[in-house]
């Protein structure tokens, strides 16, 4: 082997850059997250109107803020409308993380640098969210960039105030990706400089920098809150009460889904080096107890930070109602320090490189795998089935009472829209459940519409259509438990025939 390639960060570099983009756009994208991202992208591209996200050319998409969408919409259309482009943010922001790790290491744990890229880039977590269309690789690359900005003022000894307002810009790009969220590792730089003394302390909270994150972050919220009424409760009401104090969108809300959702996450999100982070665990209650002395606070100030930055957000996530296992992806960048602290006390370097090869092997089997599996939810399977069903161009994609299928619009290059059968009279104006109902759709008359719906709805949307004066064609065999259709009007269908 060439020496170059045997220096740590040339190795580490190149198997990151192996496992983030080797196969990247070997399977199609996927319903429902990557599809609705990379849609909503789509439409910015399409419309111009990179402010106000859509779904639809009709409807609004509010669910998140614009920076995920802005980003992938610059990736598609600067390298094509492909799978590869969309993953490809999530697999930049991997590849800033595992950089990040080892410029972190330089400040809280010398020696350890290489240790600390080596085991953000090869854990399962962080590898299997660097292969997704979602908000959290980005938000996780913001606030490391945030983090790792502030570990430079705090610890470093030259350029403190461009340091802090990197931090506030840094912030503000993650209040911008998944609003309030983005700030949670504030908690562990306010806990960290009212417990850490210290010439740094008071720092943080500079009217510089408080300018920055202001102007960055507010001025989207400001235009799209202006220009649609019922937003700003929305916002406030969904996006932040529902989220943090209800279980209204169903994502494990019980009092114990913390411990079904996130224990399991963190064990396996954390392997190969999951062991290692146990002496840390078990030696905390010690820690906490020395920590109550001053002095120690601040000899121990880099394991004090390393260690809120951990349990302050994972505290915040567990009480809160909705829980999702990415949620916990921006405390991999700390858990990783960690571990790199773990094996620099003790004594212990860079593991045998034929072994960390073959854990990379079995990555990119893993991913190999997905890219095989026979799912319901690749959209690429699911345009080869319309293709193979509908005679004709197909110009757009609508579910009738039934999951819309977003990533066609990638894969099959068409508007999707979901429609109600019936009409839905008391749906609110901001992110409603459906687009539309089926006979105002049709009144569009649009050419070249695919229509979907749940095979046991057939009878129901067959018998509503024809009664309302449409004929409805299924379009080939099931495919999933759903039928594929045309609808004309009767008479269009008659003047056909003849």
Not at 108 to 115: D, K, Q, R, S, T
Not at 390 to 412: C, K, Q, S
Not at 419 to 427: C, E, G, M, T
């Amino acid at each position: 082997m060439a020496a170059w390639l045997r220096r740590p960060a040339v190795a580490i570099a190149l198997l990151a850059l192996l496992l983030a983009l080797l196969g990247l756009g070997w399977r199609g994208i996927w319903d429902p997250d990557e599809g609705r991202y990379t849609n909503v992208a789509l439409n910015m591209l399409a419309s111009g109107d990179w402010l106000n996200p859509h779904r639809s050319h009709e409807v609004g998409h509010w669910t998140k803020p614009p920076l995920t969408y802005w980003v992938l919409a610059a990736s598609l259309g600067s390298l094509g409308h492909s799978a590869f482009a969309a993953r490809l943010p999530s697999a930049l922001a991997y590849l800033l993380l595992v950089w990040l790790a080892w410029r972190s290491a330089r400040r809280l744990v010398p020696g350890g640098e290489a240790m600390a890229a080596l085991a953000y880039a090869s854990m399962l977590l962080p590898f299997a969210s660097s292969q997704l269309v979602t908000t959290d690789p980005l938000l996780a690359a913001c606030q490391g960039v945030a983090m790792h900005a502030f570990v430079e003022a705090r610890f470093g000894a030259r350029a403190v105030k461009r340091w802090l307002l990197l931090m506030w810009a840094a912030f503000a790009l993650a209040f911008l990706t998944k609003g309030p969220p983005g700030l949670l590792p504030l908690l562990a730089v306010l806990a960290f400089q009212w417990l850490g003394p210290g010439p740094h302390r008071h720092r943080v909270f500079t009217l510089a920098g408080l300018a920055v994150f202001l102007l960055l972050a507010l001025p989207w919220y400001v235009a799209v809150v202006l220009g649609n009424p019922g937003l700003l409760d929305y916002f406030l009401g969904d996006e932040v009460y529902r989220r943090i104090a209800t279980d209204h969108f169903g994502r494990h809300g019980e009092w114990y889904g913390w411990l079904k959702v996130y224990l399991p996450t963190l064990l396996l999100g954390s392997l190969p080096w999951t062991p290692w982070l146990w002496p840390w665990l078990r030696a905390l209650p010690a820690a906490v107890r020395r920590w109550r002395d001053p002095a120690t606070r601040a000899a121990d100030a880099p394991l004090l930070l390393l260690t809120l930055w951990v349990l302050l957000p994972l505290l915040v996530f567990c009480l809160a109602r909705s829980r999702l296992p990415l949620y916990l992806l921006p405390l991999f960048l700390p858990l990783a320090l960690l571990v790199a602290r773990q094996r620099v006390q003790a004594g212990r370097g860079l593991p045998h490189w034929g072994w960390i090869a073959a854990w990379a092997a079995l990555l990119l089997g893993l991913k190999l795998a997905a890219a095989r599996l026979d799912s319901d939810k690749d959209a690429a399977a699911w345009a080869e089935a319309i293709r193979a069903r509908a005679p004709g161009p197909v110009t757009e994609v609508n579910a009738i009472d039934d999951l819309p299928r977003y990533g066609l619009h990638l894969e099959l290059g068409v508007q999707v829209e979901r429609v109600s059968l019936h009409p839905r009279p008391d749906a609110p104006p901001i992110n409603p459940e459906y687009d539309k109902d089926v006979l105002r759709e049709l009144a569009e008359r649009e050419t070249g519409v695919v229509w979907h719906t749940p095979q046991e709805h057939l009878p129901a949307v067959q018998a509503y259509l024809q009664a309302h004066g449409h004929r409805v064609q299924v379009l080939g065999a099931p495919y999933r438990d759903r039928v594929f259709l045309r609808i004309e009007p009767v008479a269009a269908a008659a003047t056909a025939g003849e």
